[in-house]
């Protein structure tokens, strides 16, 4: 058995380097000196479990404050921001979610007699559906999401792109897109399904990703995305929150995505009709991020930067034209 | 006098977005060393700051990682007496370090080791065991966690001795 300690902090201030020199020589002649040193480098290995503040604050964006305008962030100066920030981002109340989910409910009976619960944003909008399993979903604009709970199942649909905080429990959910399936037990992530495109980015817990005529399971941890390109190719990369959940923030972000991407994004956040000149190359690759609640903004943000290209609005037409 | 900036608060997006992302990691390790489970800390994370939130004219920005600590813990206290987390402890910590050059016995020692440390730990009383790991894992100094616990150094420093006494005494082997 070792001694006593005389002093009760004397191994926290040999932690912190904090001894005199007589303090220190006399804890080293210590018989029990080694083993407190290596509790110490011991120590010094270990982790807490991964956490992902980007997604978490997205998370938190998403489901329990309600969304801010972007313009918010684009414009600086304090004053602005103090005079609208209490009332923008304001606590979703449970009461204003479940009318809200009761609301589609009661539309989407008289439409689908098998039971399912459908939900809808249209162009320009983005909705909060609150799933009668105690889920919440985020529907970005121009998107539709059927859901349907047995004993067995719970069961989603999605056209379009989707955030999920999807409530544990012991009944999988599974999100079936055109292109494929992300199961779940308990966990948030946002699915982007369009154009034969998928793209699946995880923010908390565990998913499993299938793709249609693809026999391999993905799975993904937190700050972890695969994507489904159109010409089937899959790539797991580590998930650019910017581009993943940009729309959560109330923008669209783009990194190195073909210029009809863009535009038909643009389309459905702001419900436009986009014309193209013919020979303009709408594969060219680019990097841009607008704000979902400024068209003419957007507009500038986005095309601006094309060179060559000027572009005209009247009402909720635009046309592009190459310069000469 | 009261200061000018006192009533902008945390309110501001901007500055609410950079307070999430300043404290929002270490309050969540705080809370997973009280409750032992990653996911539980995270959503008491989330609950902590709808509550900043609501309070955000109140609360000064260089005020909100030691208001947010009260706050998360008293979240965890509840849900405490909720007997949602009591009887069933379990940190699961992640090990980063892999020991090389040494003989298969020596890491299988070493492995040992660790993995008894892990239990050890997890055994701690709780404010012991969080003063230790606020400390060694993320590097806290004595004074800083003296401020955010609400109590004083002399009594953390305590905690951290009464620490590494029992991780010895419950860590046979060593």
Redesign the interface.
């Known amino acids: 058995m070792a001694q006593p300690f005389q002093d009760d902090t004397i191994l926290a201030r040999w932690l912190s380097n904090a001894l005199s020199p007589e303090e220190a020589s006399a804890l080293r002649e210590r018989d029990d000196f080694a083993a407190y040193e290596r509790i110490a480098r011991a120590a010094e290995g270990l982790r807490p479990p991964p956490y992902d503040a980007q997604a978490e604050l997205a998370r938190l964006r998403a489901t329990r404050l309600a969304p801010q305008s972007p313009s918010q962030h684009l414009r600086s100066g304090a004053q602005e921001e103090k005079a609208v920030a209490p009332t923008r981002l304001r606590r979703l109340r449970p009461w204003y979610a479940v009318a809200a989910a009761l609301a589609l409910l009661l539309t989407a009976w008289l439409f689908w007699p098998d039971g399912a619960v459908r939900y809808r944003a249209g162009a320009g909008e983005t909705e909060l559906a609150a799933l009668p399993d105690g889920s919440t979903v985020r529907i970005n604009a121009g998107s539709t999401l059927a859901f349907d709970a047995t004993a067995e199942s719970r069961a989603a649909e999605l056209a379009g792109e989707a955030f999920f905080e999807v409530e544990k429990a012991t009944v999988p959910f599974v999100v079936t897109t055109a292109q494929g399936e992300v199961t779940v037990l308990g966990t948030s992530f946002n699915v982007y399904s369009r154009d034969g495109e998928m793209r699946v980015s995880c923010a908390t817990g565990r998913v499993r990703v299938s793709f249609a005529g693809n026999s391999e399971d993905f799975l993904l941890t937190p700050g972890n995305s695969v994507a489904l390109a159109a010409d089937g190719t899959v790539a797991t990369t580590a998930t650019d929150a910017a581009e993943a959940l940009d729309w959560l923030d109330g923008q669209s972000a783009f990194k190195n995505r073909p210029l009809a991407e863009v535009l038909r994004e643009l389309e459905r956040q702001f419900a436009l009709k986009i014309d193209l000149p013919p020979g303009l190359d709408d594969q060219q690759l680019l990097s841009t991020s607008f704000p979902n609640d400024d068209a003419d903004r957007a507009l500038e943000i986005a095309l601006s930067p094309l060179s060559g290209v000027t572009y005209t609005r009247s009402g909720q037409r635009v046309v592009l034209r190459l310069n000469e | 006098m009261m200061q000018a900036e006192d009533q ?1 608060g945390v ?7 950079a307070t ?2 300043r404290v ?2 270490l309050l ?2 705080f809370l ?2 009280r409750t032992g489970d ?2 539980s800390a ?1 959503d008491l ?2 609950e902590a ?2 509550r900043l ?2 309070n ?2 109140k609360v000064l920005p260089d005020k909100a990682r030691a208001w947010l600590f009260k706050v998360g813990e008293n979240l965890f206290l509840q849900q405490v007496a909720k007997a949602r987390v009591a009887g069933r402890y379990a940190l ?6 892999e020991a090389q050059g040494e003989s298969p016995e020596a890491l299988l020692e ?1 492995k040992e ?2 993995e008894r ?2 239990a050890a ?1 997890a055994a701690l009383p709780e404010g012991s065991r969080e003063v ?2 606020l ?3 993320d590097g806290l ?2 004074r800083e966690i003296a401020d955010l616990l609400g109590i004083s150094q ?1 009594a ?7 620490a ?2 029992e ?2 005494e419950l ?1 046979p082997g ?1």
């Open positions: 902008s309110c501001a997006p901007s500055v609410f977005d999430f992302l929002a990691p969540r390790n997973f060393y990653a996911e995270a994370v989330q700051f709808v939130w609501e955000c004219s699961e910590m992640v090990r980063t370090d070493e080791f660790a440390l892990d730990i230790f790991l400390n060694r894992i100094k004595y002399k953390v420093e305590k905690r951290m001795h009464r590494l006494v991780l010895r860590h060593v």
